[in-house]
Each structure stands twice: as structure tokens, then as C-alpha cells.
């Protein structure tokens, strides 16, 4: 099962350090990860005397520097706070936050093109291709390649725009298909005025958790800790997909509880 999470940059800029000192605006934009795995934080400031000193509270430990890399052992939330102060001989003292969503990577939900899914994986969709391809059902077992998705219970389908949810508790719509089999796709629950006449919505029930899932570029996915990749389409509707490198849409997952 692969887990697509990269070396993922913190970068934290403190704009300007004012003749007096001065706390500025505090954003907690909110990004998740995963325990284990290396996070690379960066500060930067201007203004004020330089050199800069830089302290971090990462909530779990404390460090100091520009730059480092940590990997969180605990799975919570935390707070990141980069302190800056300047040489003056009264130092000014300028402070931004960040919030970390760090998960345990026991729970995942990752997908991958294959001719053949392996031990944890589920079928969720067939392919002719492996890029700008059509789509079929899992159970029309007529196209040789597979999307293939971990930590996968179930997959249903329905019909009419957006309806996984009347599948009960659980259940998230990833794509739409123009049909059973040799079928184009379309955004789940796009409401576009050319968008199919009939609609046959993938839905899926994890194991464990739950999906959030958006469409966005696959940096933007990764900025919003949004890491299981579904696949990428050409268009929102009468597309083709594959991959998420394939296309500039991308539907990517995040597992919450």
C-alpha cells in the first residue's frame, strides 16, 4: 500500500519587524500529516536589525534555526509558533502560528492504477488505459487495467446527481460515470447544465474512517493535506481520466475519523 506523503515544506514568513515590538496577525491555516514522516520547516523575516533569531513551539518539542526537519511521534493537533526576533539593542520580537493535523498513518486511503490489485485493495473502478482513458464498473471486468484503493469495505453505485449519501452513513461519491462500461466521467456531483443526462456515481465505504474528498490541483491537494489521490480527469464532465499526473484535476481524499 503505497502512502503518498512527500517531504512536506512549513513555510512560515514573518513580514516586517517594527521599530517597537509588535505581535502580528496570527493565521492558523490548517495543514495535515502523518506521525513518522519528515516535515521540513522554513522561517524567513524582514525588517527590523538583522541577524534573525528563530524559536519554534512545535507543541510536541521546541527547536531552534531557520530551517529543520521533524517527524511528529504523536498523532494530534498542535499549534506551530515561529518566534523571530531582530539584533537590535532593544529587540523587536514578531510571531506567527500555524495548525498541524498530525494523523496516524494506520488509517489510509490511497489509490493506484494497476492490472491487478494486491492484498488490502479494492477494485473501485476499471480502465481502458492508464491515462486518458474510459471508465467501467468493477463488475463489468471488461478493460484491463484497475483502479485499485486501499482500505476499502465497500463500493456501490447509484444514479441521479449526488446521491452516495442515500447509501447510508459512510459512504463518499469519488466519480461519476456517463454509463455501466466504455464510459466517460465527470466530477461527482457536478451540476453543470452540460453535464450527463444519466449518471452513475461511484461511492465508497472505508474500513475505518471516513473520506473528505475535493477536486483541486494535485499541488493544491497536497498543500490541504488532501494526500489520497483518486485520479485525475480532463475536464469536469464529459472527460477522460488517469492518473493524478495525468490531468490538472485532480480527486484527492483525506481520511478522517
Known sequence: MDIHQELFDVSMMIVALDPSPQVLKIHLMEVIFFTGYPISFNGSASGGSKPYTYSWDL???TMSGKSFTYAYTNANDYIVTLTVNDSASQPNTATDSI???IHSPAVLFSCAIKTSCGGGETEVLGLSA???AH???PTEENYTYKLCCANVSSVQTTTGTGTCDTLGAGFTGLITLSG???AQVEKYNYTGTDG???KKNVCVKLTSGSLDCIYDTKANCLTLGYRGYVVSISDSTNAHLGNEDAYSIVRCCTVIS
Open 196 to 198: 450527463f443526462d444519466y
Open 180 to 182: 455501466d462500461t466504455n
Open 59 to 61: 507543541g510536541e518539542t
Open 135 to 137: 471508465a467501467e464498473l
Open 130 to 132: 492508464q491515462d486518458n
Open 99 to 101: 495548525l498541524l493535523h
